[in-house]
């Protein structure tokens, strides 16, 4: 019911309140109730200009609420509803605040829902280049709260992240990459700047969206590594192809190895290169580009590069100063690259690459070990041309001395000729023939050397007493082999002491011995003695020595035979001229 009453000289409404009136009512305030609580907790956590804004808003709204819940229970005795008049106030506050907090300036609509919970990062700056506004994401990315950053200037906020500033500085509308952070903790953004216009089109601030894209970048480094590696390893097989065509030209080693150094030098750049043979205990120098000078004998047991002999592996030296077996041949060294040449499975010498400037990697590791695959090829091709070469003029010595047996009644030039083309043939520095026979004082056997063939600068030892009437005992082991048809072969080191003292007073570093048979009876024999290197004969030259003992014992039974003969004529000569004397 509403009607109208006089209150002493005021004339007021009246009105009393129906059965529905309190669940309006309750309504009402309870949203009034939900929304000052909103408003609260926003103003709370809120950056500190809308913490303000927000402020203000509760300060119009909880005022309006009290008078008229006071009017509405009749809890004050005032004739007149106090709710319009605090309105009046309210709408000055409101006023104020328009232009001190910039109220319903900038307006986050679905902040929370929206912005907030983005991938992104959002920042935004008014057209003085002040930051307004900033998520969480923006917050996390530049490292800053908020409340350290909004109303502050972004070039005076971000001075120490260069990546920001530059965004900054000279701001217009545009799409960059930055990165920020550092290390382990630095990542990439795909900042765009975008321009907030009025109506009027005029640039009220700017929109600045930090999109995280350190996966990309990462995926994009990771390609450009694997496209660099693709590129790398397309040049070293090309660079390869050329070595390996250089050395397939060549066949013979001394040849091989200046085309393996000077192919690296030229192909890859390298400026220091060398590679060494092994001979016994030592790697021996065989050929360099570079070295002013050169450490031309290495032992087994020193160095980076005896190292590489004595355990087969490759070594890479990023610092030479880290390892204190490193052996500078010049000043200036700063890494190194050595790798381990095969040839038979067996370790023959090392690839060595050097820098004073560039710092060798792992790549260049590869690389060598790649490109000693080649040079153990063709170490091992003109290994097998070498023992072609040797095997061809071992046939031709064996042959040529065939002819000196056969060519003349000389027997001992005969002799002392074809050892001297077996020795050159066989390319050793002495070649000798024994006898076999009984000692003229003890009747044990003996043997004696009969023919001898040294090079020059080698020690005669033929007209050593040693040598002759020579007791089979003190070589017992040597005769049994020898008696069976087989030969004694090898480095003089491998035989077992006693042989040693008999043998190394000379000098001698390597021989072979090849049994002479005449028929089935061990006759003696012919050695060949290296002084200068230690090998072991190949099966095929023992083979054609053999065949060429079997020849010169065949060339000693024919002339046995024939002085039989001449012998045997001389007598009957004898008789037939004594038997006419008598009859005369």
Not at 56 to 77: E, M
Not at 273 to 299: C, F, K, T, W
Not at 376 to 389: D, H, K
Not at 448 to 471: K, T, Y
């Amino acid at each position: 019911e509403v009607g109208l009453e006089n209150t002493g000289s005021l004339v007021t409404l009246r009105v009393v309140h129906g059965p529905w009136f309190l669940i309006h009512i309750s309504y009402n305030y309870f949203s009034i109730l939900v929304t000052v609580i909103l408003i609260a907790l926003a103003a709370i956590r809120s950056p500190r200009l809308y913490r303000r804004q927000a402020l203000t808003l509760l300060i119009a709204t909880v005022p309006s609420w009290i008078a008229n819940i006071l009017r509405v229970f009749d809890l004050i005795d005032v004739p007149v509803d106090m709710t319009p008049l605090v309105f009046t106030i309210i709408g000055m506050i409101l006023v104020w605040s328009l232009f001190r907090f910039k109220l319903f300036d900038i307006v986050p609509v679905a902040r929370e829902a929206i912005i907030e919970r983005m991938g992104n990062g959002v920042m935004v700056l008014d057209a003085q280049n002040r930051v307004v506004d900033m998520n969480q994401a923006a917050q996390h990315i530049v490292g800053l709260p908020s409340a350290q950053v909004i109303g502050r200037k972004a070039t005076e906020v971000f001075g120490n992240r260069p990546g920001l500033v530059s965004l900054f500085e000279a701001i217009a509308e545009k799409q960059i990459e930055i990165a920020l952070g550092e290390e382990d903790r630095r990542r990439d953004y795909e900042v765009r700047l975008s321009p907030l216009t009025s109506r009027a089109g005029g640039v009220t601030g700017w929109l600045a969206v930090f999109r995280d894209i350190t996966a990309r970048k990462e995926d994009e480094r990771r390609y450009e590594s694997l496209l660099a590696a693709a590129q790398r390893q397309s040049l070293e097989l090309t660079l390869l192809d050329r070595v390996r065509t250089a050395l397939a030209r060549e066949v013979d080693l001394p040849v091989v190895l200046r085309t393996v150094v000077e192919s690296v030098a030229e192909a890859f750049g390298y400026t220091l290169v060398s590679i060494y043979l092994q001979e016994n205990d030592a790697l021996l120098l065989q050929h360099q580009v570079g070295y002013s000078q050169m450490i031309e004998r290495i032992p087994i047991t020193e160095g980076v590069a005896g190292r590489v002999v004595r355990t087969r592996k490759p070594v890479l030296l990023e610092d030479v100063r880290a390892d204190p077996a490193f052996l500078s041949a010049i000043e200036g060294i700063a890494s190194e690259v050595c790798v381990p040449l095969f040839d038979q499975g067996q370790v023959v010498g090392v690839l060595n690459v050097e820098s004073k400037s560039v710092k060798l990697s792992p790549a260049d590791l590869q690389l060598m070990v790649a490109l000693s695959k080649q040079v153990n090829v063709s170490i091992g091709r003109a290994r097998l041309y070498a023992e072609a070469q040797r095997r061809n003029r071992l046939l031709e010595g064996v042959a040529e001395a065939t002819r000196c047996l056969l060519k003349t009644s000389n027997w001992t030039a005969a002799m002392n000729e074809a050892l001297a083309t077996l020795g050159r043939a066989a390319e050793v520095d002495r070649a000798y023939i024994f006898e076999n026979h009984l000692h003229p004082q003890t009747g044990e056997r003996a043997t004696s050397q009969r023919f001898e063939w040294v090079r020059e600068g080698i020690q005669p030892l033929i007209d050593n007493a040693g040598w002759q009437n020579f007791p089979w005992s003190s070589l017992e082991r040597w005769h049994h082999i020898l008696s069976v048809g087989d030969s004694v072969n090898g480095p003089v080191w491998e035989f077992p002491p006693p042989e040693r003292s008999l043998i190394q007073p000379y000098d001698i570093r390597s021989l072979l011995v090849v049994p002479i048979l005449i028929g089935d009876d061990f006759w003696g024999f012919i050695g060949f003695d290296d002084c200068h290197s230690e090998r072991s004969w190949p099966d095929y030259e023992v083979s054609v020595l053999k065949t060429m003992a079997a020849g010169i014992g065949n060339a000693f039974e024919r002339q046995r035979a024939e002085s039989e003969l001449r012998a045997q004529r001389q007598l009957f000569e004898n008789l037939v001229a004594g038997a006419r004397a008598t009859a005369e």
